[in-house]
Antibody, heavy 119, light 107 residues
């Protein structure tokens, strides 16, 4: 069956980059895009960016531009989210979500990765 | 950016009640609207996509309606497992945006 599994929780000091992985199985990897969404403690959902698993094209939220890099490794069916120079307000649970359909729909989500940024 | 505004922000209801949650987009988004349910400590789960299509495995008591800028999620008869936070989301254009969430609490 379709599975999306994220890497484990991280604790980072401000300024040290963090990279979260999203490993998929059970479907044709290149047929569905991957989105990244984050949720700060007690807050709502914030869309961060999207990557095409077909050609690696990306779209980023403006506030993440310059600090966020989304990549894929088609050989391992894995998507990656790298955040550089994290600050304390980047502390959040980070989710990857598969996108299906001509009308983009986030139908399968990873379990989430907690990233805590603290000195 | 398209702003998504949900109302109410929270609602108290009892098991068996009918509940509606509203979502308004700052501009027309056609049918590019989804609803998610999030239980505490868990990832969001897709309930409804393209305004009114029930996602596989989502209970039939959930339904969606609306068009253009105004949309509604309805739960026909609340069950204990429905007490959660609900989010609407538009994927009409980047950046994709979510509503602020509606917390459904037990009365």
């Amino acid at each position: 069956q379709v599975q999306v599994e994220q890497s484990g929780d991280e604790v980072k000091k401000p300024g040290a980059s963090v990279k979260v992985s999203c490993k998929t199985s059970g479907y044709s990897f290149s047929s569905y895009g991957i989105n990244w969404v984050r949720q700060a403690p007690g807050q709502g959902l914030e869309w961060m960016g999207w990557i095409s698993t077909d050609n690696g094209a990306t779209k980023y939220a403006e506030r993440m531009q310059g600090r966020l890099t989304l990549t894929i490794d088609t050989s391992t069916r894995t998507a990656y989210m790298e955040l550089t120079s994290p600050r304390s307000d980047d502390t959040a649970v980070y989710y990857c979500a598969r996108e299906k359909g001509a009308v983009p729909t986030f139908d399968v989500w990873g379990q989430g990765t907690m990233v805590a940024v603290s000195s | 950016d398209i702003q998504m505004t949900q109302s109410p922000s929270s609602v108290s209801a009892s098991v068996g009640d009918r509940v509606t949650i509203n979502c308004r987009a700052s501009q027309g988004i056609a049918r590019w609207l989804a609803w998610f349910q999030q239980l505490p400590g868990l990832a969001p789960k897709l309930l409804i996509y393209e305004v009114s299509n029930l996602h596989s495995g989502a209970p039939f008591r959930f339904s969606g309606s609306g068009s253009g800028t105004d949309f509604t999620l309805t739960i026909s008869s609340l069950r204990p497992e429905d007490f959660a936070t609900y989010y609407c989301q538009q994927t009409h254009s980047f950046p994709y945006t979510f509503g602020q969430g509606t917390k459904l609490e037990i009365k």
